[in-house]
Antibody
Framework: EVQLVESGGVVVQPGGSLRLSCAASGFTFDDYAMHWVRQAPGKGLEWVSLISWDGGSTYYADSVKGRFTISRDNSKNSLYLQMNSLRAEDTALYYCARGGIAVADPIDYWGQGTLVTVSS | QSVLTQPPSVSGAPGQRVTISCTGSSSNIGAGYDVHWYQQLPGTAPKLLIY???NRPSGVPDRFSGSKSGTSASLAITGLQAEDEADYYCQSYDSSLSAFYVFGTGTKVTVL
């Protein structure tokens, strides 16, 4: 059974930093691209970032480019999101999600999310 | 700001058919990129409902169907059931400089 378990969400002050983690199990982690997708309270889904199966290619939404860094450790079946210069508008539930082989492939599994609150 | 536009809400009585539109542009749906649909039940993570415009993952009832034409796509739910009350999102790839992996604005389906 595919499982994605996010952690690291906390309350952080504006301008602060945070690192989210996602532990994957139940599939061959390094066969798949991985995403971070967020959802602000009461709002829709917003794609944040994508990393290729080998970490060689990364992509970001304009809203986080230059502030967030996605990475992965295939030896630990883990995905990460380093978040710097946090803003109030980054407050959201952050989902770790499994992509496919091609960047345009759909997301077929989602974690339950970890909540990040940016507030003073 | 999403580049894929959906109606904020649609509603129908049990047993009826409802459709949700997803309108894009020449840099995403109109460029030939696939459209995928997700269902998000209240308080839960999204779930893949339709992939590659019209394909259902294993376990998704055949009451759900998808189609694509030009710069738009649609999700249809036939024989609407109470458990279909949820938020639905379309998603595609965008080749413009300012977007990449894009979700629709989302549609709330209410079963009357």
């Amino acid at each position: 059974e595919v499982q994605l378990v996010e952690s690291g969400g906390v309350v952080v002050q504006p301008g602060g930093s945070l690192r989210l983690s996602c532990a994957a199990s139940g599939f061959t982690f390094d066969d798949y691209a991985m995403h971070w997708v967020r959802q602000a309270p009461g709002k829709g889904l917003e794609w944040v970032s994508l990393i290729s199966w080998d970490g060689g290619s990364t992509y970001y939404a304009d809203s986080v480019k230059g502030r967030f860094t996605i990475s992965r450790d295939n030896s630990k079946n883990s995905l990460y999101l380093q978040m710097n210069s946090l803003r109030a508008e980054d407050t959201a539930l952050y989902y770790c999600a499994r992509g496919g082989i091609a960047v345009a492939d759909p997301i077929d599994y989602w974690g339950q999310g970890t909540l990040v609150t940016v507030s003073s | 700001q999403s580049v894929l536009t959906q109606p904020p809400s649609v509603s129908g009585a049990p047993g009826q058919r409802v459709t949700i539109s997803c309108t894009g542009s020449s840099s995403n749906i109109g460029a030939g990129y696939d459209v995928h649909w997700y269902q998000q039940l209240p308080g839960t993570a999204p779930k893949l409902l339709i992939y590659g415009n019209s394909n259902r993952p294993s376990g998704v009832p055949d009451r759900f169907s998808g189609s694509k034409s030009g710069t738009s796509a649609s999700l249809a739910i036939t024989g609407l059931q109470a458990e279909d009350e949820a938020d639905y999102y379309c998603q595609s790839y965008d080749s413009s400089l300012s977007a990449f992996y894009v979700f629709g604005t989302g549609t709330k389906v209410t079963v009357l």
